[in-house]
């Protein structure tokens, strides 16, 4: 790298959902590069793990003063990152959402002067949700047009915060990425025998279960493709629409077809157990769990919507219907669960895909490019895309 290192403050939320586990893992792989990498948040991110070289975790501690009637954490943040960038002497603050991340370090950057930069990923919600909310669109177009930067994780997202917020600025079009070391076919075959005998077939689906996420349909592509193929279906994931679903399954008669696993942390080993993965989701900004799955050579079924046609190649690594459609992608799920050659190349065009298109070394590169812009510094050999 010819550049100096940076300073770097990372802001995400810490502990749920796919945008922490992105922004702690572009963390880390900074970190190996020399840069000095500062977490600033309200309690340490699930995915930091262990002690890391180069990586600082600096803790928002809300002030509790009894005139609040609400902890003021927005505040303390827009304050501790004041703090750190001036004791640390950051160079760019890198925060995932915009709400209320952005609007904190545009406080930040307020208090400590111009030379700070901010740099804001958006990463679905504060955008196909929050900025639905009328009461809320005036606060996420300033979040993002007062950034020096702002990224997002699929073009249909930038289409979206566009159309909604009537945004006319650059927004740099950076996906998210596995990371080879971590997602890759693990042997479990082992493991596999604790869910289906030999010769059956395992469909997975995983998830926060919520209603966007249509975990009923992923129950009605099962029950078709399981009258086909024996099969297992493995939940992975908690949610307030679990309850729902189990009643669904008493209905359906497959209480013993399918396993609930829970929550779990460290998800490659899981993944890899998989013949399928189901992901038919009403809306995706990306889908990071259909890209974990491509990591680990699982193709996926899954709807056509939002960011997925970006990452899930039709007819390459997986297949794609309208939302919706479950007999569409049960057809889709049984030809490759019948078909042992279409299921080989559907495997290896994933693990092509996941290394190249979405690989840790490139997005990496293109955020580091996108600080050193911002800084006024010359920009490496990847050029991010803008739409």
């Known amino acids: 790298m010819n550049q100096r ?21 572009l963390g880390k792989l900074l970190a190996e590069q020399g840069h000095q990498v500062h977490f600033i948040a309200h309690s340490i991110p699930f995915r930091l793990g262990s002690f890391h070289k180069n990586i600082c975790y600096h803790e928002v501690e809300v002030n509790d003063y009894y005139v609040f009637r609400y902890p003021p954490y927005d505040l303390s943040l827009a304050s501790k990152m004041a703090q750190v960038a001036n004791m640390q002497q950051l160079d760019v603050l890198h925060v995932h959402y915009a709400v209320p991340h ?19 990923t958006l990463h679905g ?14 606060l996420i177009r300033l979040a993002i047009n007062e950034s020096d930067a ?13 159309e909604l917020l009537d945004i006319t600025r650059d927004i740099d079009l950076t996906y998210n990425f596995v990371d080879p070391r971590v997602y890759y076919p693990r042997d479990v075959d082992a493991l596999r025998l604790d869910y289906a005998q030999p010769g059956e077939k395992i469909l997975m689906h995983i998830s926060n279960f919520r209603p966007v996420k249509r975990v009923g349909d992923v129950l009605e592509i099962f029950a078709r493709v399981n009258e086909e193929v024996p099969s297992k279906l493995l939940l992975v994931g908690e949610g307030p629409d679990l309850p729902k679903i189990q009643c669904r399954i008493q209905e359906l008669g497959l209480n013993d077809r399918v396993f609930f696993l829970g929550k779990k942390d460290e998800i490659a080993h899981v993944i890899s157990m998989a013949d399928v993965l ?3 989701s009403e809306k995706e900004s ?15 079924v899954g709807s056509e919507a939002g960011g997925i046609p970006e990452l899930v190649a039709h007819g390459e690594t997986g297949f794609l219907a309208p939302i919706g459609d479950t007999d569409a992608m049960a057809e889709y799920a049984i030809r490759i669960l019948k078909d042992d050659g279409l299921r080989d190349n559907l495997r290896k065009a994933c693990l092509e895909r996941a290394t190249t298109m979405f690989s840790n070394d490139r997005i990496r590169k293109e955020y580091e490019q996108i600080y050193y812009r911002v800084l006024g510094q010359e920009v490496g050999e990847l050029n991010p895309v803008c739409g």
């Open 5 to 25: 290192p940076l300073k770097i403050g990372i802001t995400c939320y810490p502990s749920l959902g796919g945008s922490g586990v992105v922004a702690t893992e």
């Open 150 to 162: 702002v990224t997002a994780v699929s073009q249909d997202l930038i289409s979206e915060t566009r």
């Open 125 to 138: 919600t504060d955008i196909t949700v929050l900025a639905q909310d009328e009461s809320l669109k005036d």
């Open 286 to 300: 990306f889908g990071l769990v259909a890209l974990e799955a491509m990591g680990c050579g699982v193709p996926t």
């Open 278 to 280: 189901l992901l038919p």
């Open 102 to 120: 952005a609007v904190c370090a545009f406080l930040a950057k307020k208090m400590v002067g111009d030379q700070l930069k901010v740099v804001t």
